[in-house]
């Protein structure tokens, strides 16, 4: 089974701290993806990496960078976290095809506390 | 990238079959329309993908309309293990993008 795994399930952070979060998967997959979720906003797409050293913007990366120095690692940093940061951060993975295509595989989720 | 939009809640039968519709008329000639879930607490678990054509596996099918401007996802026998909340999304082959899903509450 393809597993991707969130360093934390939950944590808790002050204002104004960097915060790291870390994705790992085990299935060698090239794409790996950053994602938060807030009520009534569904999930929305913070940065992909499709390779190594490789990262795209999604639609809200405004506070926020990544790292892929492995294939199989992709961290998520908050430089300077803020209480509107507080959220459910999802990690997920997928296999580059670029023919037929395939699905992404999602972690469990790290609860992200600012106060 | 193409947006979807879906109803925000829907009630099913158990049992009975569970059709969730998704409209996504903006869609380009090579996206592909996936569909996840989401039970509490839980990661997003895939379901199902297509391109134009219909598509089944063991856990639901996808019946695409031949302009690809709406798909609908079918879980043919409701369970209560179903009630989640179902994600019709679309994209090229790197980025997904997701909206705020179907919320499916299947019924005793």
């Known amino acids: 089974d393809v597993k991707v795994t969130q360093s934390s399930r939950y944590l808790v952070k002050r204002t104004g701290e960097k915060v790291f979060l870390e994705c790992v998967q085990d299935?060698?997959?090239?794409?790996m993806f950053w994602y938060r979720q807030d009520p009534g906003l569904g999930l929305r797409l913070i940065y992909f990496?499709?390779?190594?050293?490789?990262?795209e913007k999604g639609d809200i990366p405004e506070g926020y960078s990544v790292s892929r120095e492995k294939k199989e690692r992709f961290s998520l940093i908050l430089e300077s976290a803020s209480t509107n940061q507080t959220s459910m951060y999802l990690c997920?993975?997928?296999?580059?095809?670029?023919?037929?295509?395939?699905?992404?595989?999602f972690g469990q989720g790290t609860r992200l506390t600012v106060v | 990238d193409a947006k979807t939009t879906q109803p925000p809640s829907m009630d099913c039968a158990e049992g009975r079959a569970a059709n969730l519709p998704c409209n996504h008329s903006?869609?380009?000639?090579?996206?592909?329309v996936y569909w996840y879930r989401q039970i509490h607490s839980q990661g997003p678990q895939y379901i199902i993908h297509?391109?134009?054509n219909n598509e089944t596996n063991e856990m639901a099918s996808l019946i695409i309309t031949e302009d690809r401007k709406s798909s609908t996802l079918i879980l043919p026998h409701a369970t209560l293990r179903d009630t989640a909340v179902y994600y019709c999304?679309?994209?090229?082959?790197?980025?997904?993008?997701f909206g705020t899903g179907t919320k499916l509450q299947v019924i005793p």
């Open positions: 299935m060698d997959h090239e794409n």
């Open positions: 297509g391109l134009k």
């Open positions: 903006t869609i380009s000639g090579n996206e592909y």
């Open positions: 990496s499709y390779d190594v050293k490789m990262k």
């Open positions: 999304i679309s994209g090229g082959y790197q980025k997904v993008t």
């Open positions: 997920a993975s997928s296999l580059r095809d670029l023919i037929t295509n395939t699905e992404a595989f």
